[in-house]
């Protein structure tokens, strides 16, 4: 009756530990913001590239599209943003979404003042490439680099960095751009940013097995999980 007695104590006091623990680790209300990019119907009007700028930019483009899956680049993006959605919930993230339907008419300004509204600690924006030279595959993940997003630019940067590794980790998928991380001056979805903020270019679907990969759910699991380690380690 006594040995029974200390097990239960012992196991008591180890599930204490345990929920302790996990209580301490875990995402409890940490808010993402994801932004699966483009939209059904692109929207040429344009808007300016940053706060005070002169230069304007079409509000948001059309994308890519498979080269043998024919899918287009925003079914994609929303596809896997879903996904990377749901486990996010999972692990007590608060998650926001700029888009959850592809008939909306969202700029790349409104998207970003969007995540900044609600004070997110990272927006992973969620897109595919494409290239006139099929043969160019890989991941890529792209930061803010210019000087309307100086108080971001550096949190982004280590962002982007540990989320590029882990997917390449997840995924075995080649970097792309060389080093597979691109400082960028030019996006309107950073540059309207006050909030860290990443672009995961997820492979190219001018690529005929990237394209292909890119649709299938398990590869777009192994993506998912890349993201969630990238976004757990650079949010620890
Ligand atoms: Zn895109």
């Not at 592809?102 to 494409?130: F, M, P, Q, W």
């Not at 903020?197 to 990969?213: T, Y």
Request: charged share 25%.
């Amino acid at each position: 009756m006594k040995k029974i007695f200390i097990v239960f104590v012992s196991m008591f006091i180890l599930g204490m530990s345990y929920t302790h623990t996990s209580a301490k680790s875990s995402s409890k209300n940490i808010p993402i913001c994801i932004d699966p990019g483009h939209q059904s119907k692109q929207n040429l009007e344009k808007e300016p590239v940053a706060p005070n700028s002169k230069v304007m930019k079409a509000k948001v483009t059309s994308g890519t599209i498979g080269v043998k899956t024919k899918l287009p680049e925003y079914k994609l993006n929303l596809e896997v943003a879903l996904k990377l959605k749901k486990e996010l919930l999972k692990k007590n993230y608060k998650v926001y979404m700029t888009r959850e339907s592809h008939n909306v008419n969202i700029s790349n300004a409104e998207r970003a003042k969007y995540c900044n509204s609600k004070k997110v600690k990272l927006t992973v924006r969620i897109h595919a490439d494409g290239s006139t030279d099929r043969k160019v595959e890989g991941i890529s993940v792209l930061y803010p680099n210019s000087k309307s997003t100086v108080s971001i630019n550096s949190q982004s940067k280590k962002s982007a960095s540990l989320m590029l590794k882990s997917l390449i980790d997840t995924t075995k998928a080649k970097k792309s751009y060389g080093t597979g991380l691109v400082p960028r001056t030019d996006l309107t979805g950073f540059n309207w940013s006050t909030t860290p903020v990443i672009l995961v270019e997820m492979g190219f679907m001018s690529n005929v097995s990237e394209d292909q990969k890119l649709s299938s759910s398990s590869y777009q699991k192994k993506l998912v999980d890349g993201m969630i380690k990238g976004i757990d380690s650079s949010l620890k």
